[in-house]
């Protein structure tokens, strides 16, 4: 079965110009081409510095990449260049069709745990009443404690915040999701039921791209691991290869 | 792209200029970033703003950031329809789907525009309230502007309106000047909203609160913002509340637009010179 490509990034560049510090350039992204396919999950591998945030951030427009192109194909198999979308029309594709969960929670104050994702599931397109349902299920698959649920955020520890902010992330999950770091505050237990829900977004059609650090959590979730280094990608292929592969360049 | 629908645009700044002295291409050119001040040399003609431009739809927050002096509150004040700009165009989208082009209105219309469709936000609560009259009467003021007669009925939208932000009923009675900066800001909230207008300008809405009293009273704001499909300009040199408000962002320098761009890009990756100095001053 050929599954249909979500993502296609080809010959993508990113350069920082440090204005204020000499002027001088620092390359993160240097050539950049990868495709991610719906219901794939690539994984991103490499040494801190290899450019893999960078990659993802480029992806999300957090950061304005050089050159290069970053095309997202929607449902209906338009092929979106996102690098020539003004803003307003990003902030409209991060709803439904771009997602990025980061390691850290950033909410508004005073919202609750279940708000939090509830508000996620509305801004993807789910009406309020299903939403909440739906975020009570998220909830309960990343074994947050209920008596949290209606509690607000800011209060809660580190593990548990990742987990709102993972289940935010992947409620009502959107087309291409990326995921930088998303259990790296997990303990054993709560962190196997995140990489569970995970391996599910996969098995439901999501398109993935992410860094995660442990390679046991690429070994068990990707289809696919990009080794990159120094802002290219050096090796694409199944995991157990590549991972043996970096393996090798980390000794 | 049409694949991409995005909500019509509601407020439209375009070419926006102010200028104190005459202009001509020789000022334009003496002034601004490039040149490092706003105030030319030969002739002493100040551009407050110049070619400043900018949309903003429904439901969508846009912030405008720099430092005191570049042009900020110039942008806000000629949208308010307070000063009447050199140069350039600012339009709305009224609830009723006709368009005002308030830098040609009279001020007759630009207050009724101003009861109607747009409200302000102000850092200063006493600048936006009558602080020795009541919370109740504060709120009244606008809607008896907007044609409201029946007491019953504007107690019942004003109690509706306090509830909403979260002011306690039982406070409706008192003099605004008696209640803490964060209520007073509350009030403001509840006053601006009276008459659903569908552009909110907010100059430093939680400047001068207390932490966690500002985080109540931005959490509220986004909460409206979005209820209501407003469309919103925010001023800040908060980056916290720029982050929490906006979803894109201009960066003024000596009256002009150096940067725009989406508000987690202009944090992470500033491009321009001066956008960067503003972002790293921040974070350090």
């Not at chain 1, 003004?86 to 409209?92: D, F, K, L, P, Q």
């Not at chain 2, 469709?117 to 009467?137: E, K, M, S, W, Y």
């Not at chain 2, 209820?227 to 040199?237: D, L, T, Y």
């Amino acid at each position: 079965m050929s599954r249909t490509e979500v993502l296609d990034v080809a010959g993508l560049t990113k350069s920082f110009t440090l204005h204020n510090i000499d002027g001088r350039s620092v390359v993160a992204l240097d050539g950049v081409d990868l495709t991610v396919k719906a219901g794939e999950h690539v994984a991103l591998a490499g040494s801190s510095g290899a450019g893999k945030s960078s990659l993802l951030k480029c992806v999300y427009r957090t950061y304005l990449p050089s050159s290069g192109s970053v095309v997202l194909v929607d449902e209906h198999g338009e092929r979106i260049d996102l690098l020539s979308l003004s803003e307003r029309e990003i902030v409209a594709l991060r709803g439904r069709r771009l997602g990025y969960v980061s390691q850290f929670l950033r909410s508004q104050p005073r919202r609750t745990a279940l708000q939090i994702v509830a508000d996620a599931a509305v801004m993807r397109g789910v009406v309020r009443g299903d939403a909440v349902a739906m975020a009570e299920m998220a909830l309960n698959r990343l074994r947050l404690d209920r008596s949290l649920w209606d509690v607000h955020a800011s209060v809660l520890s580190g593990g548990e915040r990742q987990r709102v902010n993972l289940a935010a992330g992947t409620v009502s999950p959107p087309r291409l999701l990326l995921l930088d770091e998303p259990v790296s505050a997990l303990d054993p237990a709560n962190r196997v039921a995140a990489l569970d829900l995970i391996g599910s977004l996969t098995e439901s059609g999501v398109a993935v791209l992410s860094v995660f650090h442990d390679l046991e959590a690429m070994e068990r979730l990707a289809s696919r691991v990009v080794l990159m280094r120094a802002g290219r990608v050096i090796e694409d292929g199944p995991p157990t290869e590549v991972l043996q592969l970096e393996l090798g360049v980390a000794r | 792209m049409n694949q991409i629908d995005v909500e019509p645009e509601v407020l439209e700044v375009s070419a926006l200029g102010r200028a104190y002295g005459p202009v001509d291409d020789g000022v334009i050119a003496r002034t601004g970033p490039l040149a490092g001040t706003s105030k030319c040399a030969t002739t002493g003609t100040v551009l407050a703003a110049w070619d400043v431009s900018f949309a903003v739809a429904a439901g969508e927050a846009l912030g405008v950031i720099g430092e005191s002096g570049s042009g900020k509150s110039t942008v806000m004040r000629c949208i308010a329809g307070d000063v009447v700009p050199s140069a350039g165009t600012v339009t709305l989208r009224r609830s009723d789907g006709s368009f005002a082009t308030i830098t040609e209105m009279s001020p007759a219309e630009v207050r009724g525009l101003r009861v109607h469709d747009l409200a302000i936000v102000h850092q200063n609560p006493a600048d936006g309230l009558d602080l020795r009259i009541t919370a109740g009467g504060n709120i009244a003021d606008p809607l008896t502007a907007a044609g409201w007669r029946n007491f019953g009925s504007i107690r019942e939208r004003a109690g509706e309106l306090l509830r909403r932000t979260e002011v306690p009923l039982e406070r409706m009675d008192d003099p605004v000047g008696a209640f803490s900066g964060g209520m007073r800001q509350r009030v403001q909230l509840a006053r601006a909203l009276a008459n659903n207008p569908s552009v909110v300008l907010l100059d430093e809405p939680t400047t001068g609160l207390d932490a966690s009293v500002a985080a109540g009273v931005l959490d509220l704001i986004r909460s409206l913002l979005e209820e209501f499909s407003i469309a919103a300009v925010v001023v800040s040199h908060d980056f916290s509340v720029i982050e929490m408000l906006t979803q894109r962002c201009v960066v003024m320098q000596h009256g002009r637009v150096v940067e725009h761009g989406l508000t987690d890009q202009l944090l992470e990756d500033p491009i321009h010179p001066y956008s960067q100095r503003l972002v790293g001053a921040a974070r350090s």
